[in-house]
């Protein structure tokens, strides 16, 4: 719905169906100049583009300011909400989706302490697979999975820790599982990329590496 907006003070009227904003006295009961929006978001995209002369009106009665800011935001109708929430959720996608690497890489922890100096000093990715001879689904990973070609090909590039959690404990429980097998993908610094756990086949593994 359309509106008349006071310029200083933020007060508004709704023009109802049928009526013009030609049928009205443009001023203010506080005395200063109604303004005809199409909706209220237009108000608001007209103050935030002349933000410096809203700032200098609230210089000179900074309670016009108070009142502009108030009246606007508490009486915002549905549509205007509706923009508003969109153009949130935008920003916030926006975020996740170019920045979440990133984050997600500064708070990873770090294994580099737990990183043999020869793969330390390979510097390439590292996988680490967490295991034990009794579990059965290691040695269907180990017979399966590790000997196709692919996979051999694939791994070729990375560093390979494995980790027996009965011999190797206090190793093992650096990396948080209580499921075998695990992997766990770090980068050539021992930062975590990504885990699996559970089986996987050579297909699986593969788009595992994919970094």
Do not use: W
Request: glycine share 6%.
């Amino acid at each position: 719905m359309p509106y008349l907006i006071c310029e200083d003070c933020g007060n508004y009227y709704e023009l109802k169906e049928g009526e013009s904003s030609e049928d009205f006295q443009l001023e203010c009961d506080c005395g200063g100049e109604l303004e005809y929006y199409p909706t209220k978001y237009d108000y608001y995209k007209k103050h935030r583009i002349n933000q410096g002369s809203v700032e200098e009106s609230a210089k000179k009665s900074p309670k016009n300011k108070e009142k502009i800011t108030e009246g606007f935001f508490s009486n915002l109708d549905a549509q205007s909400k509706g923009f508003m929430l969109v153009g949130v959720l935008g920003v916030i996608i926006l975020i996740l989706l170019f920045g979440s690497s990133g984050m997600i890489s500064s708070i990873s922890p770090s294994y580099l302490d737990v990183m043999p100096p020869e793969i330390q000093a390979a510097n390439a990715p590292v996988l680490v697979i967490l295991y034990a001879p009794r579990c059965s689904a290691c040695q269907k990973f180990d017979s399966e999975t590790l000997t196709n070609p692919d996979i051999q090909q694939k791994i070729s590039s990375y560093s390979v820790m494995r980790i027996n959690v009965d011999t190797n404990p206090e190793q093992a429980n650096h990396f948080n599982s209580n499921v075998i097998p695990t992997m766990v993908l770090l980068d050539p610094k021992g930062k975590e990329i990504r885990r699996n756990v559970g089986y996987m086949t050579a297909t699986e593994l593969i788009n595992f590496l994919k970094t």
